[in-house]
């Protein structure tokens, strides 16, 4: 590692170890994150198109965790554990995810929201993934539809937050 006086030290390129999966979301960022950390919620919109999630274990805090089954449309269960690492409402949650608590293919993940619009009346949720290795993030991405996937359970929380501001208008 290469260091210079009065500089951080350079960091390793990441960008063959990442996913990186975006949306805009009609909704304030305060009502889309509560829908992200709420697990009344969680369960209602979490998982690419034709998932369902039942959840064992729900603690939102730092150190807490998040012990789930995600039921694939063809019948397969897959068991998933999150630690939560970093919470900043509304506007920041830091994660660890596998499949079981100290899984050593568990990989990093960070969702921002930013709230846009002249009134904050939308936000933009980026999740940012970190996998250990390059060949973990290729299987997950060409294995499990990584990209996809991310991108229809980003597109499902919107659906949802839609649904929840329509029943809560007058």
Known sequence: MNTTRGTAPERPPTDDREVVVSRLIDAPRELVFEAFTEVRHLSRWWGPNGFTTTTRAFEFRVGGHWDFVMHGPDGTDYQDWITWTEIVPPE??????????????????????????????????????????????????????????????????????????RDARP
């Open 92 to 165: 920041r949650i830091a994660m660890i995810h596998g499949e079981r608590r100290d899984d050593p293919d568990a990989f990093e993940s960070v969702l921002t929201f930013t709230s846009t619009g002249d009134t904050g009346d939308a936000t933009r949720i980026e999740l940012y993934t970190l996998f250990r290795t390059k060949a973990q993030r290729d299987e997950a991405v060409e294995q499990f539809g990584a990209i996809d996937g991310g991108n229809q359970t980003l597109a499902n929380l919107a659906d949802y937050v839609s649904s929840l501001r």
